[in-house]
Every structure is written in structure tokens, then in C-alpha cells.
């Protein structure tokens, strides 16, 4: 288990190396691509551009956009899943994967993770697309931009940052 804290985001601009800090990927790169999944219909466990995803789906198609081919495997889950036991899943799965960062510097492009209810596991994702608005999927209305309202921010468990896209030939960081 990864929990991303050992990692540092730099500018853009700074020379990457292997064993070096992660660069985060360009904000305005993963809110174009969020912003491209609107209206996609909700879908447990899918992550198909206009035919369905999840909140988890969103997150990995957007990945697949900005950061390259999927790397890693989402294990199968249902409605229940990590419903028994303390096992933060989704907060582990995102730490191994993106960069952590305080969600009080949270902004446009970064990723937020969601209690549903304050002593629950995190079971929820968006991405915020500009102050104040943020898109995720939902199950009544599939992937929508809606206000990150006072309830919404209460809820936020965590932030991260996608990493930029390796180099031609390389894995990305993580």
C-alpha cells in the first residue's frame, strides 16, 4: 500500500528523472477530458466514453487521456463492496496511482474523494473543473458538472493530482 505521501509535485517545468519528484499533468488537460465525458450514462464498473461509467470509470477514462494506457487492474467490485472492515480500497487504489496533495489546495483538475457519511469509507470521486463546480458521475443522472456546495466540501476525504504522461517509451511515475 502506497499512501503518495513520500511524493512531490513540481512545476512543470522542471527536469524529470527517474527516481526524481512527479510532475503533475497540465490542470486544463484532465478538466477537457473530464469535461468530454458530460452526459455519459451511469454504469456500474464501466468506463466507456457516451455508453457508461461510474465514478471510478470517470476517473479511469480521464487517466487514459491524460496520463496514457491504463497500467494498473481495478479489482471487480458491487454496490457493497468495502462495506465490512476499515480498508480504505478506493483511498489506497488513488494514492498508488496519483499525487497526493492537501484538499485546502485543492483546484481546477484536481481529483477529490468522498465520505458519503462522516464514519464511512471513501466510496466517491470527482474532479473539480473550475472554483466552484465539479464533475463526477452519479447514478440517477450519469457524468454531471454540478456546484461543490458546502455539504459536497464536507464530504472531501482527500486530493490528488494526475501525473504528467511519462516520456515516449517509459511507464508513467507513480
Known amino acids: 500500500m502506497n499512501g ?9 517545468t522542471a ?4 527516481t526524481g519528484p512527479v510532475k503533475a499533468a497540465e490542470p486544463r488537460l484532465v478538466i477537457a477530458a473530464a469535461l468530454a465525458w458530460l452526459g455519459t450514462p451511469y454504469h456500474d464498473q464501466a468506463s466507456l466514453q457516451g455508453v457508461g ?8 477514462g480521464v487517466w487514459r487521456a491524460v496520463v496514457g494506457p491504463e497500467s494498473f487492474v481495478v479489482p471487480p467490485y458491487g454496490p457493497g463492496w468495502g462495506d465490512e472492515g476499515p480498508q480504505e480500497v478506493v483511498v489506497d487504489l488513488v494514492a498508488s496511482l496519483l499525487l497526493r496533495i492537501d484538499p485546502a489546495q485543492a483546484g481546477p483538475g484536481a481529483v477529490l474523494l468522498f ?4 464514519s464511512a469509507i471513501v466510496k466517491h470521486a470527482g474532479i473539480i473543473t473550475s472554483p466552484g463546480l465539479f464533475i463526477h458521475a452519479t447514478e440517477r443522472h450519469g457524468v454531471i458538472e454540478e456546484a461543490l456546495t458546502i455539504p459536497w466540501r464536507r464530504r472531501i476525504a482527500g486530493a490528488f493530482l494526475y501525473p504528467a504522461p511519462a516520456p515516449p517509451g517509459r511507464a508513467p511515475d507513480r
Open 4 to 12: 503518495g505521501s513520500n511524493r512531490s509535485v513540481v512545476a512543470a
Open 15 to 18: 527536469p524529470e528523472v527517474a
Open 53 to 60: 461509467c461510474d465514478c471510478g470509470g470517470l476517473l479511469r
Open 115 to 118: 465520505r458519503m457519511r462522516e
